[in-house]
């Protein structure tokens, strides 16, 4: 087939019931151009070329994928085509489209050597006309939207057609803001089912909401009131919420995030994030850490077995293992013009309330007394206490 077969994906028309600038193919569903569902599906059937028509503003061309060509209008279209002897045309805002219904259609076509097959809603309205190349003739749409030309062609054709029902889920187009919540629930239903039978356990599936690319391994336990955005990957044992937000975020295996945010950032294994963390922009939690109450982290690297436990904020920073910071402990990464960096060693004791005036650094083993704005670099091993930090003399024998 795939000699034969071109599809098209009409992906540029517009919806005035949608009340929006953006074509309803290009509305995300679970995190997912409706478009890109319909290209996937269509990939399946092994065609020679898929096209992706979109509109003279070019939308979409950035955000679709697997198309072997983009066309902002019609008028290239035959020739992209090439030696295709038979047209599949399919709406773009048809995200539960399967292979199975294209495939019903092309052979619906075949079998009765019909010059147009049309796969359509059990109202009639048509989701998908396979046609023979040839029938399109080559010529100017006139400033039409390319839908309505190639329905004033099917029109002007007195020749039988053939049809083909498709369910109501594969006939589904986002006309409206309802067609649109209504099918993010039933791809969110179809996502969660699968996910769970890889191994994965939801407490309670209809509370959570998982994009299409969120990849879940077994024994993970997604507990309610979660949200999953985005590239999002969750390690075996992994235990996520109850009260989650996890965007773009690596979560590594026997972790733990509750009541917290963690977005374009990692966190290692065996880890505890929240409740009520913020981790973002970039940051690597290492394994073992404790990143717990009002604690953020943003765009800082996070050594193995640290420990935040309560109103701190790491910011560009880079944290050795086996560190405490303490409650209310903040590096001040910003001088009102630039951010600047800090550097914790291994082991370090950043005491409460801590003020790390960046750039600075503060060694392995070192200390800082609560309440200390550190101003200077703080050698290996040497305690600081004070407003600036100034070094403690050395505890005698037997000090505690």
């Not at 929006?20 to 059937?45: C, E, F, M, N, W």
């Not at 699968?194 to 299409?212: E, I």
Request: hydrophobic share 40%; proline share 4%; with cysteine.
């Amino acid at each position: 087939m795939s000699d034969r077969l071109g599809v098209v994906v009409l992906a540029g028309e517009h919806s005035e019931a949608m009340v929006s600038d953006v074509a309803p193919a290009l509305h995300r569903v679970a995190g997912t151009p409706a478009a890109q569902y319909v290209i996937d599906a269509a990939r399946r059937l092994d065609p020679a070329t898929v096209v992706v028509v979109g509109d003279e503003r070019g939308q979409g061309q950035e955000a679709l994928a697997g198309a072997d060509t983009f066309l902002a209008g019609p008028r290239e279209l035959f020739h992209s085509l090439g030696g295709c002897e038979v047209t599949l045309f399919v709406w773009g805002d048809t995200p539960l489209l399967d292979p199975s219904a294209m495939l019903a259609v092309v052979k619906r076509r075949e079998e009765t050597r019909a010059r147009r097959a049309y796969l359509t809603s059990e109202d009639g309205d048509d989701v998908g006309v396979c046609v023979e190349t040839a029938w399109l003739v080559e010529q100017d749409p006139r400033g039409q939207s390319f839908a309505a030309w190639l329905v004033e062609r099917a029109q002007s054709d007195r020749s039988p057609a053939a049809t083909v029902k498709a369910g109501d889920q594969a006939s589904l187009r986002l006309v409206n803001r309802q067609a649109l919540a209504l099918a993010e629930g039933l791809v969110r239903e179809q996502l969660v089912a699968r996910l769970q039978a890889a191994g994965v356990s939801f407490r309670d599936p209809w509370s959570v909401y998982v994009d299409r690319d969120v990849r879940l391994e077994a024994d993970v336990v997604v507990e309610p009131n979660c949200y999953l955005y985005g590239e999002t990957s969750v390690a075996t044992g992994a235990v996520i919420g109850p009260g989650a937000t996890l965007r773009n975020a690596s979560i590594g295996a026997n972790s733990r995030v509750e009541h917290s945010v963690v977005e374009d950032s990692s966190v290692g294994t065996g880890t505890t994030v929240g409740p009520y963390a913020h981790v973002r922009g970039g940051a690597a939690i290492g394994d073992g850490c404790e990143i717990h109450n009002y604690a953020e982290v943003k765009n800082s690297v996070v050594g193995d077995g640290v420990k935040m436990h309560h109103f701190s904020y790491l910011g560009d920073a880079d944290v050795g293992e086996g560190a405490n910071i303490g409650a209310g402990a903040v590096t001040v990464n910003f001088d009102g013009k630039d951010k600047h960096r800090t550097h914790i060693g291994e082991r370090a004791f950043v005491g409460c309330d801590t003020m790390l005036i960046a750039p600075v650094s503060v060694g392995d083993g070192a200390f800082t007394a609560a309440g200390a704005v550190v101003t200077r670099d703080v050698g290996a091993g040497i305690r600081v206490a004070g407003v600036p930090a100034r070094e403690l003399p050395e505890k005698e024998e037997g000090e505690a």
